[in-house]
């Protein structure tokens, strides 16, 4: 396969490295949309290559220098498109995108730089970051920073238009191993304490390392010093600002320091009040102080941008995006334990009858923990078989044993519901895997020749 083509308008440009797992999904979300694909390899002993040239691109070798920068310009200079795209081996181009990619890469003007959404996606939920990963080539345009490198620096200096799109990357890194991601964090330390060194009045580093001491517990007070840093040399950078004090919010609520952790929270949605985490966080904090109603209004505002989620552009560079059903077991859950049981019940059942996969139903009780999930059991117990809707509840009740992998606790529950001809499909497989769990293949069997 050879990608080389007169006049290319699109060049995607990567720097790989040991990434045979990653890359062919990468290449194959792009090779309908990019005109070449050019490959900077900084040492790969893998099939990482071989797969790069499978798919027709181009590739060329830089020897690793401990500067994401200088590996990102190296590559930049080998394509011939009037457009660059940017791209990590473990992202995926969206192909919802490609129709507003056609119609930007269209436009005449530049120098410009197109501010990208990037989608991580994690088991638990999602979050989003903003990158200017598309941009104008032949102008100059460069990489800043030996990690965490970015170009909006040069886009500045070189006046470029600014296109704000909808279209979404998604980014699959955070989902590796804890091994890859604490050898990523190893490997990226060192580089952010020499920008820190070599730029002390530099904003960016300051906010870099903060974030970075903040996934550690052990090292939160030395985040707190660092974000403090970042905010005192007034950036005027809006996202970066907002999610500084977002972390800081987090550290403080991780401390039980309720108090602070909503001064920061506050502040963070006073600067920036379209963002999600900000939201959730407040919710919490009430949570934490016994405020409960205040507790569900901060998530009844959040449920509101949820559910206006693909017009929502948030303000705060670090943001989560929340599942509907996260969002919603947390707001049931409060209701149910603070201030109006019967009416969580409802909203419980309504919920559930709309799952459609045991992820969806484990994503109701990510905020729930466990002495909750009991008491939870003990009320549906108590309601017995009353009311049109109890088999629905003794459904969620054998669900809660499952998670808790109580196979035997799990068994009457499901056994009283079949024989009490409530045979859904989410029944008999959950049946039919405590027979296989418990030895019984030829019933488990049965059960699932009824539904095939």
């Given at each position: 396969m050879n990608l080389k083509i007169d006049n290319p308008i699109l060049s995607l440009c990567m720097i790989v490295r040991n990434e045979e797992k990653n890359l062919s999904s990468c290449l194959e979300s792009v090779k309908d949309i990019v005109d070449e694909m050019i490959i900077l390899d900084t040492g790969s002993s893998d099939n990482t290559i071989q797969i790069a040239k499978a798919f027709g691109a181009e590739v060329h070798h830089f020897k690793w220098c401990d500067d994401f920068s200088a590996a990102r310009n190296e590559s930049i200079k080998f394509a011939r498109g009037k457009w660059i795209l940017f791209m990590d081996a473990d992202e995926q181009f969206d192909h919802n995108?490609?129709?507003?990619?056609y119609s930007i890469i269209k436009l005449s003007q530049h120098p410009m730089g197109v501010n990208i959404h990037i989608r991580n996606l994690l088991q638990k939920k999602e979050s989003y970051?903003?990158?200017?990963?598309?941009?104008?080539?032949?102008?100059?345009?460069?990489?800043?920073?030996?990690?965490?490198?970015?170009?909006?620096?040069?886009?500045?200096?070189?006046?470029?238009?600014?296109?704000?799109?909808?279209?979404?990357?998604?980014?699959?890194?955070?989902?590796?191993?804890?091994?890859?991601?604490?050898?990523?964090?190893?490997?990226?330390?060192?580089?952010?304490?020499?920008?820190?060194?070599?730029?002390?009045?530099?904003f960016f580093p300051m906010f870099l390392l903060g974030n970075y001491y903040s996934g550690d517990t052990n090292t939160h007070e030395k985040a707190i010093h660092y974000l403090e840093a970042f905010l005192k040399l007034n950036s005027n950078e809006t996202k970066l600002i907002a999610s500084a004090y977002t972390t800081l919010a987090n550290i403080y609520g991780s401390k039980n320091d309720m108090h602070?952790?909503?001064?920061?929270?506050?502040?963070?949605?006073?600067?920036?009040?379209?963002?999600?985490?900000?939201?959730?966080?407040?919710?919490?904090?009430?949570?934490?102080?016994?405020?409960?109603?205040?507790?569900?209004d901060h998530l009844k505002r959040l449920m509101e941008k949820i559910n206006n989620i693909k017009n929502f552009k948030s303000a705060n560079a670090l943001d989560t995006v929340f599942t509907k059903n996260h969002i919603n077991g947390f707001f049931i859950k409060i209701i149910m334990f603070h201030l109006n049981k019967e009416s969580s019940l409802e909203l419980i059942i309504n919920l559930w009858i709309t799952c459609r996969e045991f992820g969806e139903m484990s994503e109701i009780f990510y905020e729930w923990d466990d002495f909750e999930k009991d008491k939870f059991i003990h009320i549906i117990n108590n309601t017995g078989h009353s009311g049109p809707n109890w088999k629905i509840l003794y459904e969620i009740s054998g669900f809660l044993h499952l998670m808790k992998s109580d196979y035997e606790g799990a068994l009457p529950i499901f056994q009283n519901l079949f024989d009490n001809n409530h045979k859904n499909t989410f029944t008999i497989k959950s049946l039919a895997?405590?027979?296989?769990?418990?030895?019984?293949?030829?019933?488990?069997?049965?059960?699932?020749?009824?539904?095939?």
């Open positions: 995108s490609k129709e507003e990619l970051g903003t990158a200017y990963r598309l941009f104008s080539n032949h102008f100059g345009i460069h990489f800043k920073n030996i990690v965490h490198e970015q170009v909006s620096f040069s886009l500045k200096e070189q006046k470029a238009k600014i296109i704000d799109s909808n279209i979404i990357i998604n980014h699959f890194g955070y989902d590796e191993d804890q091994f890859d991601q604490e050898k990523k964090r190893r490997r990226n330390f060192p580089l952010l304490l020499k920008m820190v060194d070599d730029n002390p009045d530099d602070q952790a909503k001064i920061k929270v506050l502040k963070s949605l006073e600067i920036a009040p379209d963002q999600l985490i900000a939201f959730y966080q407040l919710a919490k904090i009430e949570l934490a102080q016994k405020q409960f109603q205040k507790a569900v895997g405590i027979y296989a769990k418990m030895g019984r293949m030829d019933g488990a069997a049965a059960l699932l020749t009824s539904i095939s």
